[in-house]
């Protein structure tokens, strides 16, 4: 398995950003969801879930980190 360049720096790309904000609303699904039941639906998580996952799909899209040597 081959790591991408100055994989130390990863946490600066913006696609492992938007990873790290899927996961954490995936936590806040399973402890305050149930909590906020009466105020905010599935539906609403969802929605914010699926957006998150269609902009971590474009960021992987964009070019980060240092230009590639030729």
């Not at 492992?16 to 905010?40: D, E, H, R, Y």
């Not at 992987?60 to 040597?69: N, S, V």
Request: glycine residues 2%; proline residues 4%; hydrophobic residues 55%.
């Amino acid at each position: 398995m081959r790591l991408i360049d100055d994989c130390r720096r990863c946490h600066t790309f913006y696609s492992v950003q938007l990873a790290a904000l899927i996961a954490l609303f995936g936590f806040l699904q399973a402890t305050v969801l149930p909590m906020w039941q009466a105020q905010l639906s599935p539906l609403t998580y969802a929605s914010l879930n699926s957006a998150l996952a269609v902009l971590l799909f474009f960021a992987r899209l964009i070019k980060q980190g240092p230009e590639a040597q030729q």
